[in-house]
Structure formats: C-alpha cells, structure tokens
C-alpha cells in the first residue's frame, strides 16, 4: 500500500527514492526529527506481538511508551494446558534447532531448553503403518531406500537449499536491513525462485525435484497434516518449512513455550492492556500522523492515541473485529480464511489394537502421523510429556494411562474416542484458527498499512512458525525505525549479499 509523502518532503523524498531505484512512502513523522516516537501501541502479545514490543524498544530505546493490547492470555497461540496438576504444551509445541531469534530470546531470558524424552515416530494409512521408525538410524534409512529409493535424499537436499538462502535474513538483519513488502524479503533471499515457491504447491516443486509420488502420498502429506493440517497443495515455501521442522532437530522451552512471550513483555516493561481493540482511526496533529485505538475491557470502552502502531494478530475475514477509519484508500480485512485445528488432549489407555497392536505392551510408537484418508478423522496424535520435565521422568509404557495430544479438524466425537482410547478419564479440547488456509488465496498481505501502521501477521501467508513470526517482528522494528528516520538506503535494497560483505 502506497502512502501519499506530505507536500513539505516531496522533493527531498522523490530525489532519495530516484537514487535508490525504488519508490519508499517516506513516513510524515520525519518531521519530529531525532526524537523517537513517544508511545507505540502493539495489538496481539503473541510471540510476534511480543517480539515486536522487544526489537522496537531495542531500536527506539527505553524512554518510549510500549502498551500490548491482548484480550486472552499471553501468548497467544503459545498456550499449556493441565492435565493432573501439570502443564502440557496445547498450541505451538516445538521450535527448530536453526530458529535463531527463539535461540537468543531463550538465552536472553534465562530460560532453557527442555530436557527430551526420545519417542518412535509411525505413519497410519487407517489400515496399518505404512512408515515405521526404530531404534537403529541405519534400519531407519534403509527403510526409507527400500520403499521410497532416493526419494528421502532428494527432500533433504531441496530443504537444506531452501534453508541455507533463508538464513541470510539473519545477516541482513544484523546489518539493520527491512523489506516494505514480503515479496521485497522473499527475493532479497531467494530470488524468483522463493516467490514463485509462494504460487506453486509443495507436492508440485517435489516432483519437479525428482520425489516421487508415493513418497509424497505416504511421508510429506503426513508431515503437512501433522503441522498445518492441510494437504500436499500448500504452497511449496510453507511446505519447506514445515518440513524443515519435521527431519529433526526440534527443542521446546522448559516451563512451556509461553514463557519467551510474558519474558519479553516483562522485560520490555511494556504495559500489557486487557483488552479487544475495536478499531484504529487517523488523525493528525502538527503535521504529522496520530493513530487512535479504541478497545473494549471490562469496565467498557476506552481509547488511547499513538505515533506508530503494529497490528500483531491477524486481519481475516471471520479473525478481526478491527475497523480502520479515516485512512485513505480504505482497509479493509484481507481476502482468505484460516484452517481450524482441534487439539485434545486425552488422559486415557490407548487403544492399540486399532492400529494393529492387540498387545497394548508391544506398541513401540509415541508419535503417531496419517496419511490424506477419507476413512481418517484425526491427522495425528502424540503421547506428551509435561513442560516440566524432571531428571527421573520416564516416558509412560503403552499399556499405562497416558496423555495423549491428538490434532483433528473437527472435534471428537465420543465413538471416535472410544475408538482411539480403551478407556480415559479427562478430555480437553482446545479450538484453534492456528493456520491460514493456503490454498484460499494467491495474494500475500502488505507489511504496511499506512506511514506508521504496521501488519506483523501478513507474514503468516508465507509461512506460519513461532520463528517465522520473530523474523516478521524484526522486520517489523527495523523498517519502523528506517521510515521514522527516514534512513530510505536500508530499506529494499537490492544485492544485499553483497552489500553484506562489504560492511563487514
């Protein structure tokens, strides 16, 4: 979305986005000079809206007010749940090995990573496991050849390629580079290549690579059900990245995911508002652009005007409830839906004999994943451990009462419960709009609404992960900061790899 420059900067703005060989919507507030904004409103204390809060305050320094607008718990999407006097992951369960932002917030916070408790992994078809994972990695990888050639080799090199390119926003934005656009981000680390990985399914660019069909069917499907919850015709970029996620390497915060959230918040010092944002309308006042958010909490409706915002919870149709005023052209919610994702956990004895073992003792699997069935009405399930695990935790037997996450689409019915449980004594179930619906749309959401209103969650269309959202914040932060001091060569620049080497 283009922002019209105030007539005082025209010139100066057009000879700077001329030179730099890019159009830039130069930010009214350069008017205020060297001072930073004084208060910035963040809608959402999710991890993005948590993250955001951290990497604005880094940039524009402590003296500036930060208040969070969230009407659930922090978190967000990063949420526990109690089963017996202890918390279990029922949201955004595990974090990659190469999420760096999650890395230094753990580190930065003093918490730490949870200790593993190792588990097999299986592949149900509704018939029998097609896939089965044991003990010994050479079996593993043996398996793999004999049903699926190299089919498993392939993958893994189409990941790490994807992976080893997505890594330099890292280094970009160490140097203190953003992207006004995600399509600008996209290209700044792929190329054509990753924007065209946002048009095209998974199971496309698979073949196209040299996976084959079956392997797809039976492995990449699971592993697509399992994350998002949805078929092999997710774009190929949000594919990879699910499947990075999912060849291993994964850890999880002792204490539960959420605590990166309320940590940062804590020690941003933000002021956490229980509250529903309404709607957000423009104002002005010296020339320079003010932004009113109006809420709803408990003791009615309020309002609060702001010099920048970030909206960090997304803008969908069935999602937001948010009205923008005064802002021309008009903002509107986004075309697109999100997926729902049912999470029960179940304490119970799990019926073996379902899946083939009628010995509940020789079942070997914790994890378990399913191929795109018709006859299949959950698309994985997990024997869990708590967020607090001891050093003499041990891992249930299968024949014992265990607890046991199981993700579906709708929720379960009591005949399919007993179908997957001999018996049980509590079932919470947790409904959550955790993903966009891929294949709802081809467009992705801009980053920036207006000269100082942000959409952190438009990053969501390209991926959705705990890290995803943390690069989005930073971004987010960065391309704050570079518009309000009109600092225009750090934004969309082109070759930043070289530009990269030669700052260093």
Known sequence: MMAEPRPLF???????????????????????????????????????????????????????????????????????????????????????????????????????????????????SGEQFVLEETDWYLLNLFRLWWHY???????????????????????????????????????????????????????????????????????????????????????????????????????????????????????????????????????????????????????????????????????????SNITFENFDPHITDFPGSFHPTITSVVHGYLNSSYFGFPDPKLFPFASILTTDSPDLFFNAMDNICPVNISGAFRRKQPQEAAIWRVLSQQPLDKQQLKTLFRSYYSVQVTEWQAYPHYDSTKSIPPIILHDNLFYLNSVEWVASSMEMASVAAKNVALLAYNRWYQDLEKIDQKDLMHKVKTEL
């Open 10 to 124: 025209c010139a100066m703005w057009l000879l700077s986005a001329i030179a730099m060989g890019v159009l830039l919507a130069g930010p009214s507030s350069a008017a205020a000079g060297d001072a930073p904004p004084g208060k910035i409103a963040v809608v959402g204390a999710g991890i993005g809206g948590s993250a955001v809060a951290y990497f604005l305050q880094q940039h524009f320094g402590p003296q500036v007010q930060l208040d969070v607008y969230e009407k659930g718990s922090e978190g967000g999407r990063l949420a526990t749940i109690i089963v017996n006097k202890q918390q279990y992951e029922c949201g955004g369960a595990s974090i990659h090995s190469l999420s760096l932002h999650m890395q230094d917030f753990v580190k930065l916070l003093g918490l730490k990573h949870r200790r593993e408790v190792a588990g097999k992994s299986a592949i149900f």
């Open 149 to 319: 050639g190299i089919s498993f080799l392939r993958l893994q090199m189409w990941v790490e390629e994807v992976m080893e390119k997505f890594m330099r926003i890292y280094k970009y934005q160490a140097h203190g580079y953003a992207f006004s656009n995600l399509e600008e981000l996209l290209r700044s680390l792929g190329g054509e290549t990753f924007i065209n990985m946002t048009q095209r399914s998974v199971a496309e660019s698979l073949l196209e690579v040299g996976v084959t069909q079956r392997f797809i069917d039976d492995v990449i499907a699971a592993v697509l059900r399992s994350s998002y919850g949805q078929s092999v015709l997710v774009p190929a970029f949000a594919g990879a990245m699910s499947l990075a996620g999912a060849q291993g390497n994964t850890w999880a915060v002792e204490g539960g995911n959420k605590l990166v959230c309320s940590g940062l918040l804590k020690l941003t010092k933000a002021n956490v508002i229980q509250a529903r944002v309404t709607g957000v309308s423009l104002h002005s006042s010296d020339g320079k652009a003010l932004y009113q958010v109006r809420y709803e909490d408990d003791e009615g409706q309020g309002s609060a005007f702001y010099d920048m915002v970030v909206i960090a919870t997304p803008l969908h149709s069935g999602r």
